[in-house]
């Protein structure tokens, strides 16, 4: 059972937008930054978003992040049949004295 | 480039030790934090220890502590994971990974290097 929460699978059609969830307490995303993962099958993850919204170089303006309260959301827009992965939100719990990952969100492009 | 690259993997019998190395290089190691993270065959991701950049702050997650020992070495820009009393459920492939931002940021990982740990 992992700390965030997020939906084990979404699935959109190309060039369509999907959210993907990560829910959370005020001990981890209440009060700390959120970051994201794109894992493609086979690979090591990579880094998608970091401090809640901001995009390291090289990555897309399709992939966006936000953050409300205990909640944060990743978008995806004109999706594409390679950003088929699983996907990962990660903060720091507080309470835990803990890096914390979400249990991860399989995106199926239809 | 920025790059990590972890070694040290293998088959260990239950109640072995292993020790893995991250070899990091195209950024001032002593600038980061670093962590090891790892995931069990078909399962998400579960971090396992950080360590500062100076070695003075580390953290282990509650799966490791007593067990896994971090450290590091900035004259040879490296990583280490020292796994003792190694238990079937630490199967996995570990990850090195550099701290990147306010909070929970890795950026990059490496390929990883797979434990498996079976009589």
């Known amino acids: 059972q992992s700390v965030l929460t997020q939906p084990p699978s979404v699935s959109a059609a190309p060039g369509q937008k999907v959210t993907i969830s990560c829910s959370g307490s005020?001990?981890?995303?209440?009060?700390?930054?959120v970051s994201w993962f794109q894992q493609l099958p086979g690979t090591a993850p990579k880094l998608l978003i970091y401090d809640n919204n901001k995009r390291p170089s090289g990555i897309p303006d399709r992939f966006s992040g936000s953050k409300s309260g205990t909640s944060a959301t990743l978008g995806i827009t004109g999706l594409q049949t390679g950003d088929e992965a699983d996907y990962y939100c990660g903060t720091w719990d507080n309470s835990l004295s803990a890096v914390v990952f979400g249990g991860g969100t399989r995106l199926t492009v239809l | 480039q920025v790059q990590l690259v972890e070694s040290g993997g293998g088959l260990v019998k239950p109640g072995g030790s292993l020790r893995l190395s991250c070899a990091a290089s195209g950024f001032t190691f002593t600038d980061y934090y670093m962590s090891w993270i790892r995931q069990a065959p078909g399962k998400g991701l579960e971090w396992v220890s950080y360590?500062?950049?100076?070695?003075?702050?580390?953290?282990?997650a509650d799966s490791g502590k007593g067990r896994f020992t971090i450290s590091r070495d900035t004259a040879r820009n490296s990583l280490y994971l020292q796994m003792n009393s190694l238990r079937a459920e630490d199967t996995a492939v570990y990850y090195c990974a550099r701290h990147f931002g306010s909070g929970g940021g890795f950026d990059p990982w490496g390929q990883g290097t797979l434990v498996t740990v079976s009589s």
């Open positions: 005020s001990s981890n995303i209440g009060n700390n930054y």
């Open positions: 360590i500062s950049n100076r070695g003075t702050t580390i953290y282990y």
